[in-house]
């Protein structure tokens, strides 16, 4: 079964405005963590944003922030005034269990791609 | 958070070669793990390196391919041996620590195997 499910392969935005990029999970575990990670042609995986299961609170990170939806298992990351440097690949990803010892799994992806 | 250097950043080799990627890290870390992007694909955990005892590997990925070293708690080796073309990929060392509950990842490494 996909863990993580990414149904957007691409999206288009206007410079400012904002986007979101759809993100659900699948899992039995109580205690699990979710991640956004931007990955630009150079190949690397940059941190976006974390949220833990029990978090409260959307986490925010400047212009990123997670709408997390429990109850429906949606972890959407949401880019405020986009900006033309945030062209890229955009992966979510669940981490089970409440420590850093369990691995990564991640969606598809989505690219993002944001126009003058 | 941790620094990682991996290296190579990119290669192109023979088929029928191996090619060692070096992944250090700034800080000892418990938990090493070592990821595949295939083109236009997601990761895929390769394996998990455990620092003083064999790596483990997920289904589909075998020691024989891919062996793993982990001598220390900053540092990690993994081996694409014989390579084929469909061995081209970005493979991408990520580290994690029980204090920390982000995945730090390194640079990448994007092979072409000709």
């Known amino acids: 079964a996909q863990k993580i499910t990414q149904t957007q392969p691409g999206m288009f935005v206007q410079e400012k405005e904002a986007v979101t990029l759809d993100c659900t999970y699948d899992?039995?575990?109580?205690?699990?963590?979710l991640f956004w990670y931007k990955q630009p042609s150079s190949g690397e995986m940059i941190f976006l944003i974390y949220q833990g299961s029990y978090d409260e609170q959307n986490a925010t990170e400047g212009r990123y922030s997670l709408n997390f939806q429990k109850a429906r298992k949606s972890a959407n990351l949401v880019i405020s005034a986009s900006q033309l440097g945030d062209s890229a690949m955009y992966f979510c990803a669940m981490r089970e269990g409440d420590t850093g010892f369990q691995k990564l799994v991640f969606g598809t992806g989505t690219r993002l791609l944001v126009s003058p | 958070s941790a620094v990682i250097s991996q290296k190579p950043s990119r290669d192109i080799c023979q088929r029928g070669t191996s090619l060692t990627i070096q992944c250090q890290v700034d800080s000892q870390v418990t938990m090493m793990f070592w990821y595949r992007q295939q083109p236009g694909q997601s990761l895929t955990l390769i394996a998990t390196a455990n620092q003083g005892s064999e790596a483990t590997y997920e289904s589909g990925f075998v020691i024989d391919k891919f062996p793993i070293s982990r001598p220390n708690l900053t540092f990690s080796t993994l081996t694409v041996s014989n390579m084929s073309p469909e061995d081209s990929s970005i493979y991408l060392c990520?580290?994690?620590?029980?204090?920390?509950?982000?995945?730090?990842f390194g640079q990448g490494t994007r092979l072409t195997v000709v």
């Open positions: 990520s580290v994690s620590d029980r204090v920390n509950t982000e995945a730090f």
């Open positions: 899992t039995s575990d109580q205690s699990y963590g």
